[in-house]
Every structure is written in C-alpha cells, then in structure tokens.
Nanobody
C-alpha cells in the first residue's frame, strides 16, 4: 500500500551536515505519522525523529538541537536535516510510515560520520 525510498546517505566528517530524503508513494492518504529510525550492528533500531499529520514533531534526546524532521506534502517527501554530525550518529537510517492497517519501512540508507 505504501512504498518508501530513502536517499541522501553517505560519508561525512564530524561536524558536517547531511540531508536524508524519504519519498513516499502508494496509499499516502492512510499515513498518520512518519519517522526516521536508525540501527547499528548489535543495537536495536531506535527512533530518531517523528512527525505527525498535524506536523507535531518529536526527537530523540541525542539529536535534539542538531536534527530537524520536516515534510513536503507537494513532493510526498519527508526529510531529516542532520547538522553537527557525530561519529555516534553512524548507522543505517530507515524511514517509517505509520498507517492503517500496518507500518511500512524503507530499505535504509547508510550514514557514516568519520574523519
């Protein structure tokens, strides 16, 4: 019903910036919230940021003040602007859409923060 495709990952130096994009298609009308998650080997997938249909946002404490989630309805795209990146931010980032009757996930995009 919903297809999500992430892009924008890559290799950046500490302190650098990166913007991730998540393009949604399909039954977009069914989505009531979207978010970004990240996962590294040996760790559980964790919520990074989320945005509701009403554009209320939530952030993990570890990224508050550095990351910004936004939505462009005209482009059916959710963004994650990541500034002041740290090595600890290195992970595969996944886009998530909460909808009925189920949640949907993108394929993931690798973000590596290293000198």
């Amino acid at each position: 019903q919903v297809q999500l495709v992430e892009s924008g990952g890559g290799l950046v130096q500490p302190g650098g910036s990166l913007r991730l994009s998540c393009a949604a298609s399909g039954s977009i009308f069914s989505i009531y919230a979207m978010g970004w998650y990240r996962q590294t080997p040996g760790k559980q997938r964790e919520v990074v940021a989320a945005i509701t249909r009403g554009r209320r946002t939530n952030y993990a404490d570890s990224v508050k003040g550095r990351f910004t989630i936004s939505r462009d309805d005209a482009k059916n795209t959710v963004y994650l602007q990541m500034n002041s990146l740290k090595p600890e931010d290195t992970a595969v980032y996944y886009c998530n859409a909460e909808s009925m009757p189920s949640n949907y996930w993108g394929q993931g995009t690798q973000v590596t923060v290293s000198s």
